[in-house]
């Protein structure tokens, strides 16, 4: 995470010793920027929130029903039944950051059988789908839409062991954004899975976020990390302090306590009930964030190959997996899902990139079941299993990628149950969901993508958007960003990212309200 050097917003605060929590939008409070007295007005804070799966989705990614371009959920995606009114599903969107060979092959249009690694010689995939290595380089494009491994060379690095790559969008967000909130932008990590780092540094399939000077912005897995730079943001927390909070089993509002008294008095009835709820829902999420495994860690040293991934007492590594909790599982997740809103709800921070797991993640899922009663593998492995074709998709990877989908619905109505000002926290908005690649194909073309908010009205809702599905013209994911930097948080933006065409960027006008 990265944390402003600027003041604070015009929301209200509440300060102690060691604590700095801003509170959400409060309509009694007057604006710390502005005419002294005037009462605040309805929230104009535009967010983003980048939630990144690997590997892409098992099966079918929604489909096209009649003329309207109207969802129709795959199975995998029926945790979002429900949520079809803040939806906006793309298909046909790809990353030709640096895929160039695509330009000169047929693409969907002709299959070949087997893969560049012969990991399944009798699958079936488009001609193209597969580039090497794919698990490092496509995730370092994911949010940057530069080829790395050109960047690198171009600016005299190694190509293969240097950490550096090209700023990503959330960073060119929040340095235009100019320090507007505590934390800059916030990375957030799900899971850690073990993996191959396929040839690369290891900084390229574990991490999304770089800055303009090509250092990458480690994401944060330890919940009460999060906790502590939320409520202690306006300077760089004291860890110790934090800490020994913890040990006398005292809370952060603890510290806050007289500065609530005094704040109260000049509060409307209603902004007073507020209070009291977030008040409540934050010593809550303040409990359950004491209880979650802190830190779901790699055993690497520097970047030699991963050899493990544990929670510990509990999680074993691929084979070795004995039988893991959902509960606890599900605990961490929906407790890290808690922070993104806090931190949104809070305006700690506008910006959040938050990684369900590394790209080609070994991770056991053995807390999920495949319909035969068998524990779901690791997730790599589940993706790449022996079938007919890589359209059927095994049972495992179909069991993790519904878990992702429950994992984000959860996220998403979270947000929208969140009051901002006169729209939810969703409505100003917008949520990308998305991977790297399509799905075991290893293809950049028809990446799944479902954008949740409207970003204050900015884009569609309740639809899907098909782009045409052929290879040279397909649509690209920079212009998603370049569409999102300019038509939401209305930047300015003259260019983002790289086409190998030579195309400059366009808005997709098509996903405009």
Known sequence: MTLSRRGLSRRGLLVGAGVTLTLPWLESLPRSLGPKNARAAVPEQKRFVNVFMPHGAAASWGEVTGDEQTITLAEVQK???????????????????????????????????????????????????FVTPTHSRAAAAYATCVDGDAWRVQAGYSRDTSPKNPQSVDHLIAARLGGATQIDSLQLGLFNGGGGLDERHGNLSRELSYDENGDVRNKQLDPRAVFDAIVGARNPPDRALAERRRALDLSALDAVSESIKSLQPRLSKGDRERLEQFLTSTRALEQRVKQVVPSLACSDVGDAPLSAMWIPGELGFNGAAPEVSMDTMWRRATTMNDLVVMALQCDATRIVTYMLDNSRSDLNYSWLLNPDGSRVAAWHAETHVESPGYASNPPGFRAITSWMCRVVADLVRKLDAAPDGERSLLDNSVVLFGSDVHNADHALFDLPLILFGSGGGVFKQNALIKFTETIPDMRQLRDLYFTLLNQHFELNVASFGDDVRGVPNALMTELLA
Do not use: H
């Not at 969107?93 to 000169?104: E, G, I």
């Open 79 to 129: 945790e979002f039944d429900g949520l079809q009114s803040k939806m906006l599903m793309l298909r046909m969107v790809a990353n030709f950051t640096w895929q160039r060979d695509l330009l000169q092959r047929k693409g969907w249009d002709s299959n070949r059988t087997g893969d560049d690694f012969n990991i399944c010689p009798t699958c079936v995939s488009p001609v193209g789908a």
